[in-house]
């Protein structure tokens, strides 16, 4: 089949809805995929956006198998394990979103900085977005395409490594735009502003960037007394207000945006949505967040960018443990050789129950145990859970979605070592990537 006769196949496929389509869209050349979305009327893209949903999820039902096949064989744990398959059916959801916006998306390490799957993102993203030097350098050398760094604050002696390693540099206040934005457009840089846009519905205050007495973006009194000081040494504001939120969310925080920030945007090269979208859940509203970004770039002529970190990731990854032992205090507790203070920390911060394949919520199966960790910190339990069969030693045990905010977050606290990771290649072959030992601990301390 010629390019042309495979575009035009999937064109007819798309619009009497053939789930097939999804896949065979995603097969095509850059230039075949536009084509085929300027051919189609606006109810066939919903209809479109639908099958690529679809699609994503056709294959993430298959993963529970693949993981519990491999959790019950001879890895060692505890693993993190990632699936890159899983990983590129998310890649394949944000470049739809870019295919029908023309917006451009990056990977926030903050959230997932494991180099040993970006060969299956940098096909589909436009680069990462990084918190300071080190991942900057991360990005630059392991993702190898576009590097925005924002930071709180800037220390002089890392500012020439930051400005080395990045392509956009956002500021968090104007004193240091002040300092540093002549030095960073002198080497070809980009520069912004990071703002508040007056508005989030985070319900965590310790997640909140725009909770009250927050640190972090310019506040609308402040940036318009300062701005037309500045205003030729910015090229873009950027803005983080969400997480782990749907389009909706970001409707109402563009409002607010629009209304501070509006009158200031003419002339400006881009604008950041920032990070905490959702994209790759199923329940995201896909066309909601393509409408936001299209009406945004015709009304203000600004390149549009978004800085998902869950996303890219999201449920791609495990963590598979052992139980030790059993013991019984008024209720039974498994603990494993995993815990939540040194490998899932999020569990004990958010907080937050993850999910454990084959479980339930305590007392809906028939046997509840509570899960706890190895180390000497009295809350170092992940939750309580139910289950067909009473736990016993060496039985294994698998918490989905612990790519995002695991890896990079976990710990060596008492000793405890980290977890193996691991990863699904896309032929199917289980590749441990990393080991970690004593050294690795030892080596932090002193």
């Known amino acids: 089949m010629t390019s042309g006769e495979k ?27 536009l084509s085929v979305l300027g051919s189609l009327d606006p109810e066939i893209l919903a209809r479109a956006t639908d099958l690529i949903k679809t699609s994503r999820e056709t294959e993430f039902r298959k993963s529970e ?6 959790a019950w064989g001879a890895v060692r744990t505890p693993v993190y394990l990632v699936d ?27 959230a997932y900085a494991s180099f040993a799957t970006f060969g299956v993102m940098t096909p589909y993203l436009d680069g990462v977005c990084a918190s300071g030097l ?16 924002f930071g709180a604050a800037y220390k002089k002696d890392e500012i020439r490594g930051i ?19 002549d030095r960073a457009r002198g080497m070809g840089r980009s520069t912004g502003i990071r703002v508040n846009p007056g508005h989030s519905e985070i319900a965590t205050a310790m997640y909140n960037p725009c909770a009250p007495c927050s640190r972090l973006g310019v506040l609308h009194d402040t940036f318009a007394r300062e701005f037309p000081a500045h205003v030729r040494k910015i090229d873009g504001l950027h803005f983080h207000a969400m997480c782990e939120q749907n389009s909706d969310v970001l409707e109402r925080i563009l409002r607010s945006f629009e209304e501070l920030y509006g009158p200031y945007l003419n002339g400006l090269a881009w604008v950041n949505f920032g990070g905490g979208h ?5 329940d995201y509203d896909i066309e909601k967040l393509i409408a936001l970004i299209d009406g945004f770039q015709s009304t203000y002529g600004a390149q549009v960018y978004l800085e998902p970190g869950e996303a890219s990731v999201y449920d791609c990854g495990v963590l598979i443990s052992t139980v030790i032992d059993v013991v ?18 999020d569990v004990l911060l958010m907080p937050y129950r993850p999910d454990v394949i084959g479980s339930a919520g305590p007392g809906i199966k028939e046997y509840t145990f509570r899960l706890a960790g190895p180390s000497c910190l009295a ?62 601990y030892r080596n932090r301390q002193s």
């Open 7 to 33: 575009t035009g196949w999937v064109l007819d496929a798309l619009s009497v809805g053939d789930v097939s389509a999804a896949h065979h869209y995603h097969s095509l050349l850059d230039r075949d995929r």
């Open 65 to 70: 198998a693949r993981s519990l096949e491999i």
């Open 84 to 110: 890159e398959r899983l990983i590129e059916e998310n890649m394949r959801v944000l470049r739809y979103v870019k295919d029908r916006t023309g917006c451009r998306i990056l990977h926030a390490l903050k």
């Open 134 to 149: 080190y991942e900057a350098r991360l990005g630059r050398e392991e993702f190898g395409k576009e590097v925005h760094t």
């Open 163 to 181: 400005l080395k390693y990045s392509d956009f540099i956002i500021f968090n206040s104007f004193h240091q735009a002040a300092m540093y934005a």
């Open 278 to 282: 959702h994209i790759t859940r199923p």
């Open 328 to 345: 019984k205090n008024d209720i039974d507790i498994a603990i494993l050789d995993t815990s939540a203070e040194a490998h899932m920390p």
């Open 379 to 440: 809350g170092d339990v992940i939750g309580d859970y139910s289950f067909d069969e009473p736990l016993e030693r060496g039985d294994r045990l698998v918490f989905t979605d612990m790519a995002l905010y695991s890896i990079v977050k976990n710990t060596t606290f008492n000793g405890i070592g980290l977890p193996d990771i691991a990863v699904i290649r896309k032929n199917g072959d289980l590749d441990v990537v990393k080991r970690f030992g004593y050294k690795d």
